[in-house]
Each structure stands twice: as structure tokens, then as C-alpha cells.
């Protein structure tokens, strides 16, 4: 049960502990703090499952909300006021009493190449597809790795955690014998990494759901919460995220599956392009579909268009076999 949260001219701020979930989390403190300025934002940091098990890779740890239960139980039992998630690791079926109180404009949602310091010194290789049969790209990623695996067979996956700054220490030590990784462009961008970006995967690859979104969450009864995070909302992107949720909610699948999207609102159309794919990238199927919005119709309203569209394109998948390699991918974890 929820408790009453102390002084309420002060409001806690819950996040990982990661460099990047902390950025995130300064980002919406420092919106808000200059929105309320006689309001307080305090941080709350802290470790989840997710980030405290480095060892394992993520789909076979066998628990889902990896790096969300620790921050919402705290949510639940009043210690903080609101989170911060980036929207790609919150599930798309929320906690009771729990809602999506707002989603702040999305950074890049694409993937990124990142090459080795000794590549992009010697200027060996700049993209994907020049890289060498036998090469060592590393991911954590499932649906990152079955798409390398359909367009480049010929590619080492090696799976490679940790927070940004560990990751790209593990690929720039030639002892690891790593020569790129693939990371998600808005993370290397919040963190003061863009640099780092040798491609932009766009056309190589569908990105995760509702990557390179903040998704804020808070208790559904907390009208004082609710209001504050209407500043944050952003809602281009809170459309499209919805949708693209929408569709990962209808196949009842998780961020630690082959499940890939891109979306886009281009005036009031909105369109979204879903992949479902085997680990392999073997089997794969992709379909792609387009909705009008009613511009004079309301938020609510244009929301639940959106994510009819997500779950019609989820349901088109189906049809094409995506519960089957679902299926098969469940039993084989």
C-alpha cells in the first residue's frame, strides 16, 4: 500500500544507478525544476535485478521487469514519487495501480554501430556491411542479434553487457578481440557519446520498442504527480510509443525477444513496421500498415487509434508465423 510522501513541496525521483539511467533521470529532474521552481526534485538511485546480474544474458535470467520491479516497489510503497525508465525496458502490461504518467520527446530511436578505437584509427572498416566475414560484433540483444544473423551469417555475435562506458572498454581492449558493438544511438547520445557512432543502423535494422523514449511512471490516484508530468509529455512520441507497445502487448512478447518496430507520424497519418524473427534470423516476418488520425478528435482518442493500428499489425504477424517462432523461442530459453 502506497504511504503519503513527506513535504509536499518535495518530490522523489526514482531511477538505476547506471551513468545513463542517472542522465535520464537529471534530464527530467532539471525539466521539471525549471517548470516548479518552488518545487524540490530529489534523486533516488538504485540497483535492480537487471543490474546486478552482469554474468547471465538477459533472456536467460528467466524474470521479467529486470530493471523495473526494485523502482516500482519502491513507487508502490510511497519511497519515491515518480520514475524514470527508459519506455523500452517498462513492460507493456503496467503493475496495479501503476500508469504511464508521461513520455518525453524521443531521442533517436535507431540502433548504432559502434566501431573498435584501433578501426576507426586505422580506418579498416565505417559500416556493417564492410565489415569482414569473421568479425566480432557484440550485443546484448536478442532482436539486435537475430537481425545481424539474417543479413550478415557470416558475423561473430558475442553477447557483451554492462553499463555504456563498460561495454565500450571491453570493445576498445584488443585483448577481447571485439570489433564493433551495436547499441542504441540515443543512450551514446545522452551520455555524451555520440561521437562514438560510426553508422546509423536505420536501414539495417528494425529498433526496439519505445527505444529512445523516457517513459515517467507514477500511481494512477496521485493527481499531483499526474499534473506536474504534463510538461514532460510529449505527444508525437507518446502516440507512437503507444502504438508500438500496443503491438508488442498483442504478441506477448518482452524486450528480451526478436520483436522489432519503426514508427512514424507524418502529419496525421501514423505508420508503424513490425518484425517478429528466430534467433538465427532464419525465420522472419515483417509486416508494415498506416493509420489516419482525426486531428480534431481528442489525446484519448487518437490514442486508441494508434494502438488499434499496434495490435492490427501484431495480429497481421500472427498470421505470418509469428506465434510460432514465439512459440519456439519460449521453449528453446
Known amino acids: 500500500m502506497a504511504t503519503d510522501t513527506k513535504n509536499d513541496n518535495v518530490f522523489v525521483i526514482g531511477t538505476r544507478r547506471s551513468q545513463l539511467a542517472l542522465a535520464q533521470a537529471y534530464i527530467v529532474r532539471d525539466t521539471l525544476a525549471k517548470e516548479?521552481?518552488?518545487?524540490?526534485?530529489?534523486?533516488?538511485?538504485?540497483?535492480?535485478?537487471?543490474?546486478?546480474?552482469?554474468?547471465?544474458?538477459?533472456s536467460k535470467i528467466g524474470e521479467k521487469s529486470l530493471f523495473t520491479k526494485e523502482l516500482e516497489t519502491a513507487l508502490e510503497e510511497g519511497r519515491v514519487d515518480l520514475v524514470v525508465h527508459s519506455l523500452k525496458d517498462l513492460p507493456t502490461v503496467m503493475e496495479p495501480g501503476m500508469m504511464l504518467g508521461g513520455v518525453s520527446e524521443r531521442e533517436s530511436p535507431d540502433d548504432a554501430l559502434v566501431l573498435a578505437e584501433r578501426h576507426v584509427t586505422a580506418k579498416t572498416y565505417t559500416t556493417i556491411d564492410s565489415l569482414p566475414a569473421g568479425a566480432v560484433v557484440g550485443t546484448s540483444?536478442?532482436?539486435?542479434?537475430?537481425?545481424?544473423?539474417?543479413?550478415?551469417?557470416?558475423?561473430?555475435?558475442?553477447?557483451?553487457?554492462?553499463n555504456i562506458h563498460t561495454r565500450l572498454s571491453k570493445l576498445d581492449d584488443p585483448a577481447n578481440k571485439i570489433d564493433a558493438l551495436v547499441l542504441a544511438a540515443a543512450g551514446l547520445t545522452r551520455v555524451g557519446l555520440g561521437h562514438r557512432i560510426s553508422q546509423t543502423l536505420d536501414k539495417f535494422m528494425l529498433h526496439a520498442v519505445s527505444q529512445g523514449a523516457l517513459g515517467i511512471e507514477c500511481r494512477e490516484n496521485d493527481t499531483r504527480v499526474l499534473n506536474l508530468l504534463k510538461t514532460?509529455?510529449?505527444?508525437?512520441t507518446r502516440i507512437t510509443c503507444l502504438c508500438e507497445r500496443a503491438m508488442m502487448r498483442e504478441l506477448e512478447g518482452g524486450c528480451h525477444v526478436p520483436i522489432g518496430v519503426q514508427s512514424k507520424l507524418e502529419g496525421n497519418t501514423l505508420k508503424l513496421n513490425g518484425m517478429v524473427a528466430s534467433l538465427d534470423g532464419k525465420q522472419y516476418v515483417e509486416h508494415s500498415d498506416q493509420v489516419d488520425l482525426d486531428p480534431e478528435s481528442s489525446l484519448e482518442n487518437k490514442q486508441k487509434v494508434a494502438e488499434a493500428l499496434g495490435q492490427g499489425v501484431a495480429k497481421k504477424l500472427v498470421e505470418l508465423g509469428a506465434d510460432k517462432i514465439l512459440e519456439e523461442l519460449s521453449t528453446s530459453q
Open 36 to 58: 516548479y521552481p518552488d518545487y524540490e526534485f530529489k534523486i533516488e538511485a538504485m540497483a535492480t535485478t537487471g543490474d546486478r546480474i552482469l554474468n547471465v544474458a538477459l
Open 141 to 162: 540483444s536478442l532482436r539486435r542479434t537475430a537481425q545481424i544473423k539474417r543479413k550478415r551469417p557470416d558475423l561473430e555475435i558475442v553477447s557483451v553487457r554492462g
Open 232 to 236: 514532460l509529455d510529449h505527444t508525437e
